[in-house]
């Protein structure tokens, strides 16, 4: 069974999809994919040879070694241009989610759907994705062990560029307001605070910086 995590990840994935796992390790996520969303196939990617080593692993012993493919490669390099229409890309930097995206644009272009759940960089993450022509058709909070996790599922076609709130905080967890989205807005404000922090030691010379700092504060604080 899979963390809140992996499964708000799982269920943004459609049922009969044919998707990849990039930065599979452990294999979880595709064996997921392949038992319960029905996926048509799965390929299990990652860069290491010590993860695609688990992932063989827990795929034989799950009884899928027929079924889904581990390969080594870095990002989209160990997918072939339209052989997937889905990419699940989850527990990597926002910044690294994007360069593995822009890095293999003929398969990014052949893509239909994107599921990310990145571990930080998410205002970068949400601007590649307009940047990019693509948008955000949904979005999930999930919480494992105390922190909270932001999930995208994003789509082919260009849309209005997101403001800066939507960037920072999602634009359709800013629309449906889940659960956790307080504790959400919270964790933001409190990883600015600590940033606030060290600049207010800084002397004069971060005074623009602290005043941007605390712009951004007030602009989350909106939103508890
Ligand atoms: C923190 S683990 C996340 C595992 C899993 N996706 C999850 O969310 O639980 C990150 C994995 O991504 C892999 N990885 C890092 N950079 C990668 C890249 N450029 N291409 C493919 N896999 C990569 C690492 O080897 C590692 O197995």
């Not at 494992?144 to 076609?157: L, N, P």
């Amino acid at each position: 069974m899979l963390d809140d995590r992996l499964q708000a990840v799982a269920d943004f994935v459609q049922d009969d999809s044919s998707v990849a796992d990039i930065g599979t390790d452990h294999g979880y996520l595709a064996i997921e994919l392949f038992k319960t969303n029905n996926a048509r196939r799965v390929i299990a990617a990652d860069l290491n040879a010590g993860p695609c080593q688990a992932a063989r692993r827990t795929i034989s012993e799950a009884g899928f070694s027929d079924s889904i493919e581990v390969r080594q490669g870095d990002g989209l390099a160990a997918i072939n241009p339209g052989e997937v229409d889905t990419v699940c890309i989850a527990g990597m930097g926002g910044k690294l989610e994007a360069d593995i995206l822009e890095v293999r644009p003929e398969v990014t272009a052949r893509l239909q759907c994107l599921v990310l759940q990145p571990q930080n960089g998410f205002e970068y993450l949400r601007g590649w994705i307009y940047d990019h022509n693509w948008h955000i058709e949904d979005e999930k909070l999930a919480k494992v062990e105390g922190r909270v996790y932001q999930i995208i599922k994003a789509t082919q076609g260009k849309k209005e560029p997101l403001t800066e709130a939507e960037l920072i905080l999602g634009p359709i967890l800013i629309k449906k307001r889940p659960a956790l989205f307080a504790d959400h807005v919270q964790n933001n404000i409190e990883q600015l605070d600590k940033i606030r922090q060290g600049l207010r030691k800084g002397g004069s010379h971060t005074r623009d910086k602290l005043a941007e700092i605390e712009r951004r504060i007030k602009l989350l604080e909106a939103y508890l």
